[in-house]
């Protein structure tokens, strides 16, 4: 299948129609978002910012998107079935890194990863399960260098996550500040950013009933997934069913009391989008949760959704 376009600013309908299309006849395509972050838009208003000379998560999931579609039908892997399956989403998931990093290059939306190594160096080497990590005293921003992705996802997984983020937590939403790219391996790697946070230490943790309510006011409710076998609340997980969009991860670390309001912010949740073939979709599954199919191929007005 040809992709329809690698340009940020190119038909993104054309796109989502491609990628629908391949699910339909079962076949692996980056989900598109964009009737899930229309209807949070209209519940919630404007995402927070996410771009940065130009560059956002929308584009880069469009480049990302079309050099996966752009394989030939015959290497475009089946849906997964299974989170072991999931694996088989690797050489996917390569072939759209490679389209992304060629736009990347010829468009100089790169980011000095000597730079990031050093200053991450410097200060420690923080970070978690997925993220390096420094924080930029000078702008008030942490960066943030992807170096693994969890739970098997994909780069547009990723992309798909921090865009939700966005909409649903604006007062921390991430901003993509361009790509690394070894220079022997040629591996592409995204660095986000993410304003700090001052955390109130005086004042009690974040309690799970806080956190309930706290994301309950946009439609979501409390799930119980299975990890390793064992049903498992400390991941602290909420659904929108509407959507299909499952955060968790929603500890005490990770939603937080704002020092100058007292006010919750979500830092760094996990978001998913569940439909056929996905992480979200298989967890649901094992606590007997149903997930939305995917998207229809046209919207009622007749345009692509």
Known sequence: ???PS?????????????????????????????????TFGTL?????????????????????RAGAQGLPLPQIPQLPQSVVELTRLRS??????????LWAEAHAATFDDADF????????????????????????????????GINESTLGDYFVRLRLHGILFPETAYRLEGFAIQPKSKALTPIVSQPHVEVDTDQPLVTKAETSALIAAMGFVSVQLVFDGVVDDGYYAYYHADTGVLAH??????????????????IDPYISLARRGTWAAMKLAEVHLAFPLDDPLSSPEGQPA
Not at 13 to 19: D, F, Q, Y
Not at 121 to 133: F, I, M
Not at 249 to 266: F, I, P, Q
């Open 44 to 64: 919630l208003g404007s995402p927070g910012e996410e771009s940065h000379g130009g560059l956002d998560f929308q584009s880069a999931e469009g480049i990302y």
């Open 117 to 148: 190594q050093a200053r991450w160096e410097a200060e420690g080497r923080l970070g978690g399960a997925e993220h390096q990590v420094y924080h930029d005293e000078e702008c008030g921003r942490w960066f943030k260098r992807l170096y693994k």
């Open 92 to 101: 996917h998931d390569q072939e759209a890194r490679r389209h992304l990093r």
């Open 1 to 3: 299948m040809t992709a």
């Open 6 to 38: 690698s340009s940020p600013s190119g038909p993104l309908s054309a796109l989502t129609l491609g990628a629908l299309q391949l699910r339909s006849s079962h076949r692996y395509a980056v989900h598109p978002v964009e009737n899930t972050l229309r």
């Open 249 to 266: 991860d929603l500890h005490d670390e990770n939603v937080v009391r704002m020092k100058a309001t007292g006010e919750l912010a979500v």
